[in-house]
């Protein structure tokens, strides 16, 4: 059994905000929350998220990659 008078107060329906917006609710032990990036708006959930290659390493980490691959079947 919890002890008594020692816990925070549970709210059911918490609603999460993003720019002033309702984004969604939740349970929370605050009343209300304020999020900067949720799902909706973070570049890795919505497919913009782009990859910055300046120096080739994308490119030669593949290269590296299909030879190995390349390797383990003339072995076979």
């Known amino acids: 059994?919890?002890?008594k008078n020692?816990?925070?107060e549970w709210y059911?329906?918490?609603?999460?905000?993003?720019?002033g917006q309702l984004v969604m609710t939740v349970g929370s032990?605050?009343?209300?929350?304020?999020?900067?990036?949720w799902s909706g708006n973070h570049p890795f959930y919505t497919g913009s998220q782009k990859i910055?290659?300046?120096e080739g390493r994308?490119?030669?980490?593949?290269r590296?990659?299909?030879m190995n691959t390349a390797q383990k079947d003339n072995n076979e």
């Open 58 to 62: 994308v490119e030669r980490f593949m």
């Open 52 to 54: 910055i290659d300046t």
């Open 29 to 37: 032990t605050k009343k209300e929350l304020h999020v900067d990036i």
């Open 6 to 8: 020692i816990h925070p």
């Open 1 to 3: 059994m919890p002890k």
């Open 64 to 66: 590296k990659y299909r």
């Open 12 to 19: 059911i329906e918490t609603p999460v905000y993003c720019d």
